[in-house]
């Protein structure tokens, strides 16, 4: 069994009203990968990504990009411990706006 990564994103540039969250949704359902990922308050989009390790990094070079009308500046990255209170996810979710 391979082991499970955890990752919080947090993407600035103009990556609100351009269907970026729920691209990432599905790109992650391909990807088998689970999570969630919510529009802030400031305009930009945080997702938390868990999985593999290549299939997590795949997705870090997606949001990276993000779907075609986005224009992504900046995608912080930020590793996540299991044994810190990280939680593990079933799916990938779209979550309200914080």
Do not use: C
């Amino acid at each position: 069994m391979s082991s499970i990564v955890t990752r919080r994103l947090h993407v600035h540039g103009a990556v609100q009203g351009v269907w970026y969250r729920e691209s990432m949704r599905q790109q992650a359902e391909q990807l088998g990968v689970t999570g969630w990922v919510r529009n802030r308050l400031d305009g930009s989009v945080e997702a938390m990504v868990q999985g593999a390790p290549d299939d997590v990094e795949t997705m870090i070079a997606w949001a990276k990009r993000g779907p075609e009308r986005a224009q992504v500046a900046n995608v912080i990255v930020t590793d996540t411990v299991a044994d810190a209170g990280v939680e593990t996810f079933n799916a990938f979710s779209k979550l309200p706006t914080y």
